[in-house]
């Protein structure tokens, strides 16, 4: 098992009720839970932007055919579609994310049996498990809050682009 970033501030892991460690799991359980839904509402979310994002370049860039203007004179515009596109793109497939539950390797400890540690193996798994959760909860918060920043940069984007493209489709009318 790969060494810890974080440990709970316990004198000794094995001082701590069984049940103690039930609550202190569910807890992360559940906060982990809710952490990966608001990484899973960014992805949806941009699955909806991109269709909205790539339909009105389709429109705008349609626009200029059909009215034989030169896409040059708006390439700006075009490179500013492609950079929101791309910035998008990385938000529906995030490079790396956490899942539910614990691969075994990562969760087992090495002396779970141990002589004595005997009685305390469910301790044991709890203490690990809590661990696991929690730098899986940080990893994730600390990479939803990198997507979230770029989603509100994407919307914002996305929104000076329709504006800009409303308005150089109502002056070239």
């Not at 790969?2 to 049940?19: M, S």
């Not at 490079?95 to 002396?111: A, N, Y």
């Not at 044991?124 to 940069?153: G, W």
Request: net charge neutral; aromatic share 12%.
């Amino acid at each position: 098992m790969p060494e810890c970033k974080w440990k709970p501030d316990f004198d000794k892991w094995y001082n701590v009720n069984k049940d103690a460690y039930k609550f202190l799991f569910e807890q992360a359980d559940e906060k982990l839970e809710d952490v990966l839904s608001e990484s899973e509402s960014i992805t949806n979310k941009s699955i909806k932007m991109v269709t909205a994002v790539i339909a009105m370049f389709a429109f705008f860039v349609g626009f200029l055919i059909q009215k034989h203007i030169p896409i040059g004179y708006n390439s700006i515009f075009i490179i500013l579609f492609i950079v929101n596109v791309s910035g998008i793109i990385y938000l529906i497939f995030p490079k790396e994310v956490k899942g539910r539950g614990f691969v075994p390797s990562e969760l087992l400890p090495k002396k779970l049996n141990s002589p004595e540690d005997k009685d305390y193996q469910e301790e044991l798994l709890y203490y690990c498990a809590v661990v696991k959760l929690e730098e899986d909860i940080q990893l994730m918060r600390q990479k939803n809050s990198v997507r979230t920043k770029i989603y509100l940069t994407c919307i914002i984007l996305a929104l000076v682009l329709l504006v800009a493209g409303a308005i150089i489709i109502v002056a070239a009318l």
